[in-house]
């Protein structure tokens, strides 16, 4: 099976103890011999879900959506993509360079033609800037993809 992540980066503290525990769930849904979290490794879900996929013995793709994109993650979540990026089984690239919203979203489209089935960490409500979690589930239902949305109960962005 594989499974492909899109979600909010920035969550609270309390929000990602809620998402981690909600992802480490979900990775048990499936046998992890034939388990691929397919993922952009931003801060965040996408590296959750990684963590998680790894830890129960799946396997990792990678989606990078540019060749700047590293550069536009915040500078202490580097060891940690850097360490997931190593632990891939296979990278994909979209070919583009600036880590731009429509880079983004390339990559999400993308990473969703690689996915069974995909995982949204989203809280419901439209994208705030092109490329966002809203656009990569409306694009995955478009293109009849399933999507699983996870979201703690009363939680707030």
Known sequence: MRVGITGHR???EHIETQ????????????????LVGITCIADGPDAWWAEAVLEAGGKVEVVIPAEEYRAGLPD?????????LQSASDVHRTGLRESTSEAHQAGSEILVGLSDE???VWD????RGYGGTADVVSYAERVGVPVTVLWPKGAKR
């Open 10 to 12: 920035g969550l609270p």
């Open 19 to 34: 998402v981690r525990a909600m992802l480490a769930e979900r990775v048990k849904t499936f046998d992890s011999r034939d």
């Open 76 to 84: 202490w979540h580097h060891p940690l993509y850097d360490k997931l």
């Open 118 to 120: 995909l995982t949204a």
């Open 124 to 127: 419901g409500q439209p994208a």
